[in-house]
């Protein structure tokens, strides 16, 4: 049981919109601790996607944003392709737990 | 380019220990943490620990506490992960992550991951 929680699986067509959801809570979303997201390609290592909840590093596309609301963020893709097929995780800080904490990974397939 | 490179795989009885290496080309230790995170097969990312080279002090999550341990050579930018006692269930890909700090901030660059497995 992540300590965020992520839908297991979304899917969209090419060119199509989709969002991925992460829950938390008061110790860690909630208290404004900053979000992260991670795109995993099987068979490799987590890249960086989003960092401080909205923001992309260099080198990834536009095409890809966040969010942050209340004791929830999300990672919204627009323009989907297919080489966006992989999995994504959410991540933040716990001040309960004083560490990191992960979402469980959503799974995107491109239809 | 800053790159993290890790030890090779390793396969391990139970209740032995595995330790796995993590240097850093391309930047010093210096200003950074140095996170582990596994993945169990099929399984989401784990945060297990990181260690603040500078200072030498490591934090671990509770789950991990007392079986793990964290250290780092900053003469070598090389940070190191120990795992005790080891079972099947520990079985995973373990990945090294670099954060600046200080801060609670995003894990900017990753090894290539060392996969440990757990068999006798």
């Known amino acids: 049981q992540s300590v965020l929680t992520q839908p297991p699986s979304v899917s969209g067509a090419p060119g199509q919109r989709v969002t991925i959801s992460c829950t938390g809570s008061s110790s860690n979303i909630g208290a404004r601790y900053d979000v992260h997201w991670y795109q995993q390609l099987p068979g490799a290592a987590p890249k960086l996607l989003i960092y401080?909840?909205?923001n992309r590093p260099s080198g990834v596309p536009d095409r890809f944003s966040g969010s942050r609301s209340g004791a929830s963020a999300s990672l919204a893709i627009t323009g989907l392709q297919a080489e966006d097929e992989a999995d994504y995780y959410c991540?933040?800080?716990?001040?309960?737990?004083?560490?990191?904490?992960f979402g469980g990974g959503t799974k995107l397939t491109v239809l | 380019q800053v790159q993290l490179v890790q030890s090779g795989a390793e396969v391990k009885k139970p209740g032995s220990s595995v330790k796995v290496s993590c240097k850093t080309s391309g930047d010093t230790l210096t200003g950074y943490t140095i996170n582990w995170v596994r993945q169990a097969p099929g399984q989401g990312l784990e945060w297990m620990g990181r260690i603040i080279p500078v200072f030498g002090t490591a934090n671990y999550a509770q789950k991990f506490q007392g079986t793990v341990t964290i250290t780092a050579d900053e003469s070598t930018s090389t940070a190191y992960m120990e795992l005790n006692s080891v079972r099947s269930d520990d079985t995973a890909v373990y990945y090294c992550?670099?954060?600046?700090?200080?801060?609670?901030?995003?894990?900017?660059?990753w090894g290539q991951g060392t996969q440990v497995t757990v068999s006798s």
């Open positions: 401080g909840n909205t």
């Open positions: 992550a670099r954060a600046m700090y200080p801060g609670l901030g995003q894990f900017d660059y």
């Open positions: 991540q933040s800080y716990d001040s309960s737990l004083s560490g990191s904490v």
